[in-house]
């Protein structure tokens, strides 16, 4: 976990790259995660606290507005968001796999900075919802951790989304090893209403691994506690690594964020979200992701 010695190697081998939606290499050999280097350090943004996060953005959150709640995601590449699958109970039939469900999506430029994704303004949150298309699996109103994903488009042909810069989107997914104690950022816009409406905001808040599953983990509410808006939010190496290591999946809740000392579940991005991938973008017919060199075969990149 603290192997960096490759790293001056990769920021040479970086600089003659031109990859859409990854900024900066891994800092650690292949099969290994890079440690945060302090969540603050690298964002600029107002400290001010947010329900034990502070804001932050610019490392490819997103908001997802839908008619009845909200959820945060996550943009890899141009063309597909990762949230949870439970984000579109509600929207979509309970058995429904695929559908066009209508949203706001925003990408966070700050914590209180947004863009529209699906249209107009380019320089504030969206002002009316657009047809978007969801891949999801196990459709349910009790999640699995497991297997608790979605791939959002903008369309059913994967067009990239609207008003994104290739700096914009998280580096790409990690689907290799780590264990108990590895250190992470996690990334949502919850606060602390039902809705993810209470401040406005998207912040960040830092933990580590309690207990690891094959395909979730599991960290106690303490430093980071999620609240309802926040599922689907990424759970990054750090905010200057911005490989995506899982997303939020549910917690144990006492009113609308989770019991301070709760089990908080993570769905890993791992082999099995992979599979999920490779199908759906097949599906609207865009590039499949590929490693990010033979070096670092577990972390993949997206056009």
């Given at each position: 976990?603290?192997?960096?010695n490759l790293l001056a190697v990769l920021?040479?081998?970086?600089?003659?790259?031109?990859?859409?939606?990854?900024?900066?290499?891994?800092?650690?050999?292949?099969?290994?995660?890079?440690?945060?280097?302090?969540?603050?350090?690298?964002?600029?943004?107002?400290?001010?606290?947010?329900?034990?996060?502070?804001?932050?953005?610019?490392?490819?959150?997103?908001?997802?507005?839908?008619?009845?709640?909200?959820?945060?995601?996550?943009?890899?590449?141009s063309r597909m968001i990762i949230t949870?699958?439970?984000?579109?109970?509600?929207?979509?039939?309970?058995?429904?796999?695929?559908?066009?469900?209508?949203?706001?999506?925003?990408?966070?430029?700050?914590?209180?900075?947004?863009k529209c994704m699906t249209g107009t303004?380019?320089?504030?949150?969206?002002?009316?919802?657009?047809?978007?298309?969801?891949?999801?699996?196990?459709?349910?109103?009790?999640?699995?951790?497991?297997?608790?994903?979605?791939?959002?488009?903008?369309?059913?042909?994967?067009?990239?989304?609207?008003?994104?810069?290739?700096?914009?989107?998280?580096?790409?997914?990690?689907?290799?090893?780590?264990?108990?104690?590895?250190?992470?950022?996690?990334?949502?816009?919850?606060?602390?209403?039902?809705?993810?409406?209470?401040?406005?905001?998207?912040?960040?808040?830092?933990?580590?691994?309690?207990?690891?599953?094959?395909?979730?983990?599991?960290?106690?509410?303490?430093?980071?506690?999620?609240?309802?808006?926040?599922?689907?939010?990424?759970?990054?190496?750090?905010?200057?690594?911005?490989?995506?290591?899982?997303?939020?999946?549910?917690?144990?809740?006492?009113?609308?964020?989770?019991?301070?000392?709760?089990?908080?579940?993570?769905?890993?991005?791992?082999?099995?979200?992979?599979?999920?991938?490779?199908?759906?973008?097949?599906?609207?017919?865009?590039?499949?992701?590929?490693?990010?060199?033979?070096?670092?075969?577990?972390?993949?990149?997206?056009?």
């Amino acid at each position: 976990m603290k192997i960096r010695n490759l790293l001056a190697v990769l920021a040479t081998a970086w600089a003659g790259l031109s990859i859409q939606g990854c900024g900066a290499a891994p800092e650690s050999s292949a099969g290994e995660i890079a440690p945060p280097s302090g969540a603050s350090d690298d964002i600029g943004e107002t400290q001010d606290p947010i329900l034990q996060g502070v804001q932050g953005g610019n490392v490819g959150a997103v908001d997802i507005q839908l008619p009845l709640s909200a959820c945060t995601g996550v943009l890899i590449g141009s063309r597909m968001i990762i949230t949870t699958s439970s984000c579109f109970d509600g929207v979509l039939a309970d058995t429904a796999r695929r559908g066009t469900v209508a949203a706001k999506i925003n990408y966070a430029v700050s914590g209180t900075a947004w863009k529209c994704m699906t249209g107009t303004p380019s320089n504030g949150k969206c002002t009316v919802n657009r047809n978007v298309f969801v891949a999801r699996t196990i459709p349910s109103t009790a999640p699995r951790p497991e297997f608790d994903y979605a791939f959002v488009f903008l369309n059913a042909s994967g067009a990239p989304w609207a008003n994104i810069v290739p700096s914009d989107p998280a580096f790409g997914f990690y689907d290799g090893n780590f264990g108990v104690g590895t250190p992470y950022v996690f990334y949502g816009r919850g606060y602390n209403s039902t809705n993810g409406t209470g401040a406005a905001v998207m912040r960040f808040m830092t933990d580590s691994v309690d207990w690891m599953g094959a395909d979730y983990f599991i960290t106690d509410a303490g430093s980071a506690r999620l609240c309802l808006a926040d599922f689907g939010g990424p759970v990054l190496a750090s905010s200057s690594d911005r490989w995506l290591l899982g997303i939020a999946s549910n917690a144990t809740m006492s009113g609308n964020c989770a019991k301070s000392g709760g089990k908080q579940r993570f769905t890993k991005s791992g082999w099995a979200m992979r599979q999920a991938i490779i199908t759906a973008r097949t599906e609207v017919n865009i590039p499949q992701c590929r490693p990010f060199s033979a070096d670092f075969p577990n972390y993949w990149v997206c056009d």
